[in-house]
């Protein structure tokens, strides 16, 4: 019986913990430059990273070229396949390195605009409108470089590929029996 009581308190205090915890999901993120950025995300978007952006492609057979160019030799690239790519990750990181530069200084200026308190509903729309267009330009720009990539690839590459990467096919026939 004893054991049990001290079960019970030592489970309140831990939800107690837990709670207080979850009150306070944002805690030191106001010490952040842009608030509504890590310092991480800040990093991908000025160094052309990803940042899951292209993930619809990604996860249904059409590979990126910084992935593939990694995978390069055990995808068993040819020279051109190689060079092509190399072609498209650079164009890549010429369109996004800008794009991601722009989101940051328009995140910058959203924080600013409530930082200095001068934010209206107006300049607020036009922030966020700027922003929308700037994510999606970005999130394009990823995803159109993935499908270039796919382009020149074989299928047996792609198949390699999805393994490397360890993506389960939904469609695949293992562990399940056809009935025909």
């Known amino acids: 019986m004893r054991r049990l009581l001290l079960l019970a308190a030592t489970l309140v205090v831990t939800c107690n913990a837990a709670s207080a915890q979850s009150s306070k999901p944002y805690a030191g993120l106001e ?42 030799d055990r995808l068993e690239l040819t020279g051109d396949q190689r060079a092509e790519i190399q072609h498209l990750f650079d164009s890549m990181k010429q369109e996004t390195v800008p794009l991601g530069n722009k989101l940051v200084e328009q995140e910058r200026e959203l924080d600013n605009l409530f930082s200095a308190r001068a934010v209206t509903p107006e300049s607020l729309k036009a922030t966020i409108v700027a922003i929308s267009e700037t ?4 999130r394009e720009s990823h995803l159109k470089y993935h499908l270039s990539t796919a382009a020149l690839l074989n299928q047996s590459q792609m198949q390699r590929y999805a393994e490397l990467r360890g993506y389960q096919h939904p469609d695949s026939s293992a562990g399940r029996k056809h009935h025909h």
């Open 31 to 72: 010490q952040r430059a842009i608030k509504a950025l890590s310092h991480q995300q800040v990093d991908d978007l000025q160094s052309g990273r990803g940042m899951g952006l292209a993930l619809a492609a990604e996860l249904n057979g059409y590979p990126g070229p910084s992935h593939v160019l990694e995978l390069g």
């Open 135 to 138: 994510q999606g330009r970005l």
